[in-house]
């Protein structure tokens, strides 16, 4: 099964930029719709971004468009999220995720079959 870490998480100031990273093993990232999405506290998980294989689109969150950007590195199966003029209803819990039936199934909710762990960001002065 495929099984997914996420990383660089922190506390920003507003403004600021973060990257996060999200490692992907036991399978090729071809294999799975995979993105992003986050949970802040006494909220709903909500879906970030996310990159479907099947026709190669990438879709964003309306108050996240313009602002972040999902990427990919095939050859280290690591799925980036670059996350620029960073404000503090950002802050949350983002979480990796992953589904091989495709993107329908986990964007915008969050119903995929395959979770990482949950970084934290902080945005705050």
């Known amino acids: 099964q495929v099984q997914l870490v996420e990383s660089g998480g922190g506390l920003v100031q507003p403004g600021g930029s973060l990257r996060l990273s999200c490692a992907v093993s036991?399978?090729?990232?071809?294999?799975?719709?995979i993105g992003w999405f986050r949970q802040a506290p006494g909220k709903e998980r909500e879906g970030v971004s996310c990159?479907?294989?099947?026709?190669?689109?990438?879709y964003y969150l309306d108050s996240v468009k313009g602002r972040f950007t999902l990427s990919r590195d095939n050859a280290k199966n690591t799925v980036y999220l670059e996350m620029n003029i960073l404000k503090p209803e950002d802050t949350a819990v983002y979480y990796c995720?992953?589904?091989?039936?495709?993107?329908?199934?986990?964007?915008?909710?969050?119903?995929?079959?395959?979770w990482g762990q949950g970084t934290q960001v902080t945005v705050s002065s």
């Open positions: 995720a992953a589904d091989p039936r495709g993107l329908a199934f986990m964007f915008p909710v969050g119903g995929a079959l395959y």
């Open positions: 036991g399978s090729t990232l071809d294999d799975y719709a």
């Open positions: 990159f479907d294989p099947s026709d190669g689109s990438t």
